[in-house]
Nanobody, 129 residues
Framework: QVQLVESGGGSVQAGGSLRLACVAY????????MGWFRQAPGKEREAVAA????????YYAASVKGRFTISQDNAKNTLFLQMNSLRPEDTALYYC??????????????????????WGQGTQVTVSS
């Protein structure tokens, strides 16, 4: 069993920054596709970014590319999302997700929420104008 615990959310003004963290408990962190998703009130959950823990290029949604950076600390089983130049439309509940079945983020699949088999509870990000 895997447990994902997010932290780092909060309230900031537009233009500000936040760094989210997701710690994976319960099994080895290696060989997983780890992703960040978000869901705003009244909207569907959308993919933000993803990274293969075993190595590979990161993937980003067009709406965050150039502003957000996904990274990891394998020694600490931790995934990060550095969010800069935040906008009010970034306001959402941010979730960490893990795919341990294939273990690799794949173009065209990483952004599908059914690609992932473990989810965290989420951390709220609120950006005010």
């Amino acid at each position: 069993q895997v447990q994902l615990v997010e932290s780092g959310g909060g309230s900031v003004q537009a233009g500000g920054s936040l760094r989210l963290a997701c710690v994976a408990y319960g099994r080895a962190y290696w060989n997983a596709c780890m992703g960040w998703f978000r869901q705003a009130p009244g909207k569907e959950r959308e993919a933000v970014a993803a990274l293969s823990t075993g190595g590979g290029i990161p993937y980003y949604a067009a709406s965050v590319k150039g502003r957000f950076t996904i990274s990891q600390d394998n020694a600490k089983n931790t995934l990060f999302l550095q969010m800069n130049s935040l906008r009010p439309e970034d306001t959402a509940l941010y979730y960490c997700a893990a795919d341990l079945a294939t273990g690799l983020c794949v173009q065209g699949l990483w952004s599908r929420d059914n690609y992932y088999n473990y989810w965290g509870q989420g951390t709220q990000v609120t950006v005010s104008s």
